[in-house]
Nanobody, 124 residues
């Protein structure tokens, strides 16, 4: 199994920055792609950014140029650097990890895992 714990959320003024972290534990050897998603009040969860095991990244158009996703595989940690924050970035941010059957151990675990989320509030 894989456990994901996010941190770094908080209150910030528009134009400010935050850095979110997600620490993975458990069967981390099974993790392939990782990503950040967010859910604002009254809205559905949406993609923010993803990163593959080969460090290929994708971003939602709304955050492109402002956010940067990265990962430190040695420390089993995913990051999201958030700059030039806007009020519309206010949401609960969730860490996501996909697993691959690269090892026999990985066949018996879930395909996808989610963290509990960390709240980011951007004030005007």
């Amino acid at each position: 199994q894989v456990q994901l714990v996010e941190s770094g959320g908080g209150l910030v003024q528009a134009g400010g920055s935050l850095r979110l972290s997600c620490v993975a534990s458990g069967d981390t050897i099974c993790i392939s792609a990782m990503g950040w998603y967010r859910q604002a009040p009254g809205k559905e969860r949406e993609l923010v950014a993803t990163i593959t095991s080969g460090n290929t990244t994708t971003y939602a158009d709304s955050v492109k140029g402002r956010f940067t996703i990265s990962r430190d595989n040695a420390r089993n940690t995913l990051y999201l650097q958030m700059n030039s924050l806007k009020s519309e970035d206010t949401a609960v941010y969730y860490c996501n990890a996909d697993t691959a059957s690269s090892f026999r151990l990985c066949v018996r675990i879930q395909f996808e895992y989610w963290g509990q989320g960390t709240l980011v509030t951007v004030s005007e």
